[in-house]
């Protein structure tokens, strides 16, 4: 069997990816909704970057913002440095991708030394201090103002000077394009193999020759490249990099989208990248208890779905192509409603619960809900969002349980295909 | 090249206060199919690690065809042509059968850390990792993970792994532990056929594998070989018959 790199399916996906990229802000062409695509373009970078570590070397860091952190503000400098002229913009990411691997070549000889929980605490420390210098040093760092520029001083290639939005979306979905490319390249290489041999098991791959601790090095270096372009594609953005950049929250939020997405995929954290990023500012937009949904979701991700998004889609391509899907539908089509209705009990009660909280002495009671105006006060609201939410749980649970013995079947019969049904 | 595949001179191990390995002498010429046996917790798996460096010696030296070795590590050793299978059998388990091979020979033919050469364009690799493929007969078995497959599958993997980097000195440790009788049979064909022309040192507790297959065996007993010598010989030893060979038959599954 040959395995092509460019089979003919995977040609059309990465020319699909990169119409859509494309396409997008002439779709959703509204100020907002770029400024979302643009965020959506780093993240991608980002936490395809943090895969390398996470799912391809079996690395679970906490300080991956060091490096995308360092990438911002280093290019955010040369940003300021290049300005009268000179330097294309264009290229200028490149210098965030060389400080992300200057802080991997510097601070990932001392992380990776070791795997697993050393490695994991390592980086958190790494994390700690590097965010506790961006305090320490405000003439590299900008102190609590961060350190700002304006990208249109320069001249861009072919005299594009990224003075709108749309443009800046372009230059960052080029950019993510080339990145990810490139990340998905490297899986395909012997590093790249020897990367999940190590993750698998570093003491057989110190039988076949190699040194797991050189393998995690290199790729740490590598992954602090790619961090780095997203950083400084990030500085470029906003034209303003804060010290929250490289701080412990950006870090968890990275991790988050990768393991939403699915570490175990490539494709996983561009998932959770564009969800996360979509939910961060579209619910982020709407409610002040985002960040509340946002670890209710992560909570039920890891106990249902610990491979993530790419591994529930994963097995539903599987079952579609084995024929097993169909049968399947009924049942989704009756839990999904179901869900629904406890999402709606829970978000009735964590609204209104905010909402007590948000306007406590102001003798204000109202949350507004979906047009709907809700008395936060009164008992018979509350009782009835738990009852909502209630019989929500109830309907799942009926409705889960008549799906899941066919669903199991499904899997059995997908695991065994010659087996007898 | 002939000579000493493998040279010993005073090899002691201990673990804290207790001495695992008391002195160990032990000369293997290259070509040569040797057996290590003793009972349980005599520290044969123990001086395995130490030849391959799992663990470092506490003294003594160890020559591989010829030069110190003592002191480096495992993936410098296996740079130099010695490798080494597991008792346990020790697997990239999330990898295919195909990918587990392929990681084994990467090194082996020049390719190191390379993030330059794209995986599926190279030739070489994709033989010899499907050459080690059809002789474990496993090729059916190509893309399956490794961690799903059966236990003599799994066996059979190890032994694929260990082999197929090309290395000239092969250390086996229990190569059959946990087999029926047929799946030993097929696994004593199996190291017969791969280790052609190699220099070959395995632990095994089958006596009828270690016989059939050694042309030398060392008796270790309690940290310290106390005979090395053709199947016959060892047969014929009494010292080994009183120490060891008396009680091999009351059934020795493990090791220390």
Same mark, same amino acid.
């Given at each position: 069997?040959?395995?092509?790199?460019?089979?003919?399916?995977?040609?059309?996906?990465?020319?699909?990816?990169?119409?859509?990229?494309?396409?997008?802000?002439?779709?959703?062409?509204?100020?907002?909704?770029?400024?979302?695509?643009?965020? +959506?373009?780093?993240?991608?970078?980002?936490?395809?970057?943090?895969?390398?570590?996470?799912?391809?070397?079996?690395?679970?860091?906490?300080?991956?913002?060091?490096?995308?952190?360092?990438?911002?503000?280093?290019?955010?400098?040369?940003?300021? +440095?290049?300005?009268?002229?000179?330097?294309?913009?264009?290229?200028?990411?490149?210098?965030?991708?060389?400080?992300? +691997?200057?802080?991997?070549?510097?601070?990932?000889?001392?992380?990776?030394?070791?795997?697993?929980?050393?490695?994991?605490?390592?980086?958190?420390?790494?994390?700690?201090?590097?965010?506790?210098?961006?305090?320490?040093?405000?003439?590299?760092?900008?102190?609590?103002?961060?350190?700002?520029?304006?990208?249109?001083?320069?001249?861009?290639?072919?005299?594009?000077?990224?003075?709108?939005?749309?443009?800046?979306?372009?230059?960052?979905?080029?950019?993510?394009?080339?990145?990810?490319?490139?990340?998905?390249?490297?899986?395909?290489?012997?590093?790249?193999?020897?990367?999940?041999?190590?993750?698998?098991?570093?003491?057989?791959?110190?039988?076949?020759?190699?040194?797991?601790?050189?393998?995690?090095?290199?790729?740490?270096?590598?992954?602090?490249?790619?961090?780095?372009?997203?950083?400084?594609?990030?500085?470029?953005?906003?034209?303003?990099?804060?010290?929250?950049?490289?701080?412990?929250?950006?870090?968890?939020?990275?991790?988050?989208?990768?393991?939403?997405?699915?570490?175990?995929?490539?494709?996983?954290?561009?998932?959770?990248?564009?969800?996360?990023?979509?939910?961060?500012?579209?619910?982020?937009?709407?409610?002040?208890?985002?960040?509340?949904?946002?670890?209710?979701?992560?909570?039920?991700?890891?106990?249902?779905?610990?491979?993530?998004?790419?591994?529930?889609?994963?097995?539903?391509?599987?079952?579609?192509?084995?024929?097993?899907?169909?049968?399947?539908?009924?049942?989704?089509?009756?839990?999904?409603?179901?869900?629904?209705?406890?999402?709606?009990?829970?978000?009735?009660?964590?609204?209104?619960?905010?909402?007590?909280?948000?306007?406590?002495?102001?003798?204000?009671?109202?949350?507004?809900?979906?047009?709907?105006?809700?008395?936060?006060?009164?008992?018979?609201?509350?009782?009835?969002?738990?009852?909502?939410?209630?019989?929500?749980?109830?309907?799942?649970?009926?409705?889960?349980?008549?799906?899941?013995?066919?669903?199991?079947?499904?899997?059995?019969?997908?695991?065994?295909?010659?087996?007898?049904? | 090249?002939?000579?000493?595949?493998?040279?010993?001179?005073?090899?002691?191990?201990?673990?804290?206060?207790?001495?695992?390995?008391?002195?160990?002498?032990?000369?293997?010429?290259?070509?040569?199919?040797?057996?290590?046996?003793?009972?349980?917790?005599?520290?044969?798996?123990?001086?395995?690690?130490?030849?391959?460096?799992?663990?470092?010696?506490?003294?003594?030296?160890?020559?591989?065809?010829?030069?110190?070795?003592?002191?480096?590590?495992?993936?410098?050793?296996?740079?130099?042509?010695?490798?080494?299978?597991?008792?346990?059998?020790?697997?990239?388990?999330?990898?295919?059968?195909?990918?587990?091979?392929?990681?084994?020979?990467?090194?082996?033919?020049?390719?190191?850390?390379?993030?330059?050469?794209?995986?599926?364009?190279?030739?070489?690799?994709?033989?010899?990792?499907?050459?080690?493929?059809?002789?474990?007969?496993?090729?059916?078995?190509?893309?399956?993970?490794?961690?799903?497959?059966?236990?003599?599958?799994?066996?059979?993997?190890?032994?694929?792994?260990?082999?197929?980097?090309?290395?000239?000195?092969?250390?086996?440790?229990?190569?059959?532990?946990?087999?029926?009788?047929?799946?030993?049979?097929?696994?004593?064909?199996?190291?017969?056929?791969?280790?052609?022309?190699?220099?070959?040192?395995?632990?095994?507790?089958?006596?009828?594998?270690?016989?059939?297959?050694?042309?030398?065996?060392?008796?270790?007993?309690?940290?310290?070989?106390?005979?090395?010598?053709?199947?016959?010989?060892?047969?014929?030893?009494?010292?080994?018959?009183?120490?060891?060979?008396?009680?091999?038959?009351?059934?020795?599954?493990?090791?220390?």
């Amino acid at each position: 069997m040959i395995e092509p790199l460019f089979s003919r399916g995977r040609i059309l996906l990465w020319l699909g990816g990169l119409a859509i990229a494309i396409v997008l802000p002439l779709v959703f062409s509204k100020g907002f909704a770029v400024s979302l695509l643009c965020q +959506m373009g780093i993240m991608v970078v980002f936490a395809l970057s943090y895969n390398m570590l996470l799912g391809q070397t079996g690395l679970l860091s906490f300080g991956h913002a060091v490096y995308y952190g360092l990438g911002a503000f280093v290019t955010m400098h040369a940003l300021n +440095m290049v300005g009268k002229g000179g330097f294309p913009i264009t290229l200028l990411p490149l210098a965030g991708g060389a400080a992300g +691997m200057a802080a991997g070549i510097l601070l990932g000889y001392v992380t990776t030394k070791k795997a697993g929980t050393t490695f994991a605490m390592i980086s958190l420390g790494i994390g700690e201090m590097v965010a506790a210098c961006s305090l320490m040093f405000p003439g590299f760092f900008g102190g609590e103002g961060g350190v700002s520029g304006n990208r249109v001083t320069g001249k861009g290639l072919f005299g594009i000077s990224y003075g709108s939005q749309t443009e800046m979306y372009y230059l960052i979905a080029g950019w993510a394009f080339v990145c990810v490319a490139a990340m998905f390249a490297l899986t395909q290489t012997p590093l790249g193999r020897m990367a999940n041999a190590v993750r698998d098991n570093p003491e057989r791959a110190e039988f076949v020759g190699y040194d797991p601790q050189w393998v995690r090095y290199l790729m740490m270096v590598l992954s602090g490249f790619f961090a780095g372009i997203a950083g400084g594609l990030t500085a470029l953005n906003y034209e303003i990099v804060t010290a929250e950049t490289l701080n412990a929250h950006t870090s968890g939020v990275v991790l988050l989208m990768a393991f939403v997405g699915g570490i175990g995929f490539f494709y996983g954290p561009i998932i959770g990248a564009i969800l996360i990023t979509i939910m961060q500012i579209a619910i982020g937009g709407i409610t002040k208890a985002w960040l509340f949904y946002f670890g209710l979701f992560f909570l039920f991700m890891v106990l249902y779905a610990p491979g993530g998004i790419a591994s529930l889609l994963t097995v539903q391509r599987r079952l579609w192509v084995a024929r097993l899907w169909w049968p399947l539908l009924p049942g989704y089509l009756l839990v999904l409603p179901a869900a629904l209705v406890s999402l709606a009990g829970i978000v009735a009660l964590v609204e209104m619960g905010y909402g007590l909280l948000e306007q406590e002495g102001t003798g204000e009671h109202a949350v507004h809900l979906v047009g709907l105006s809700i008395d936060a006060a009164s008992g018979a609201a509350w009782a009835g969002a738990a009852a909502l939410l209630a019989a929500g749980l109830l309907l799942v649970r009926w409705t889960w349980g008549r799906l899941e013995v066919k669903w199991n079947a499904a899997l059995s019969a997908l695991q065994n295909p010659g087996g007898a049904a | 090249m002939s000579g000493v595949a493998l040279r010993l001179q005073g090899v002691q191990k201990s673990f804290g206060k207790s001495a695992i390995i008391r002195g160990v002498d032990l000369e293997v010429p290259v070509g040569e199919r040797h057996a290590i046996i003793g009972p349980n917790g005599a520290g044969k798996s123990t001086l395995f690690n130490l030849i391959s460096a799992r663990f470092p010696v506490s003294t003594g030296r160890i020559e591989l065809k010829g030069h110190d070795v003592t002191g480096l590590k495992p993936f410098e050793i296996n740079r130099r042509g010695l490798s080494r299978s597991f008792q346990i059998t020790n697997l990239f388990h999330n990898l295919s059968v195909f990918e587990n091979l392929r990681c084994a020979v990467l090194w082996s033919l020049g390719y190191r850390y390379s993030f330059w050469h794209r995986l599926a364009g190279l030739r070489d690799v994709r033989r010899q990792a499907e050459q080690v493929m059809e002789e474990l007969g496993l090729a059916k078995r190509r893309d399956t993970p490794a961690g799903i497959l059966s236990y003599a599958e799994q066996r059979a993997l190890e032994i694929g792994i260990t082999i197929a980097g090309g290395a000239d000195v092969i250390l086996l440790d229990e190569p059959t532990a946990g087999m029926s009788n047929t799946e030993t049979e097929d696994a004593v064909a199996l190291i017969r056929r791969v280790t052609e022309g190699k220099t070959l040192m395995m632990v095994e507790h089958d006596m009828g594998v270690v016989f059939g297959l050694a042309d030398r065996i060392s008796v270790l007993v309690y940290g310290q070989i106390i005979a090395t010598g053709t199947p016959a010989e060892i047969r014929a030893n009494a010292e080994v018959q009183e120490a060891y060979l008396g009680t091999a038959h009351a059934g020795d599954d493990g090791d220390e």
